[in-house]
């Protein structure tokens, strides 16, 4: 397996960059920097995120990279993520809706 550190920080600036990780360049954890840090053809190589907590630093590129592929993405989730983006919480992503079964 291979890890590839996009960012670790909760703020970013030039030399810091948002939470998010890539696995096998196919799998990523959280989405803080998933297309600020990603080609094109990176973000395609991409076939599930699995996003830890709703926090903005973990979530921001996510639209982006949703919009950026143009096909359906998984998106796992824990159940916390579920219950903040429910309740409308402004630092949530309000897109994610617990899927049955």
Not at 60 to 81: E, M, T, W, Y
């Amino acid at each position: 397996m291979r890890l590839k550190v996009l960012g670790a920080y909760g703020a970013s600036d030039a030399e810091h960059n948002l939470t998010g990780y890539l696995l096998d360049d196919w799998f990523a954890v959280d989405a803080g920097t998933l297309t600020s840090k990603l080609s094109f053809a990176q973000q395609a190589r991409i076939q599930g995120v699995f996003i830890t907590h709703s926090h903005a630093d973990h979530i921001r590129d996510l639209p982006h990279l949703i919009h950026n592929r143009f096909k359906i993405i998984r998106i796992g989730v824990n159940s916390a993520v579920v219950e903040d983006t429910t309740n409308k919480n402004e630092q949530t992503l309000p897109l994610i809706e617990e899927l049955p079964g």
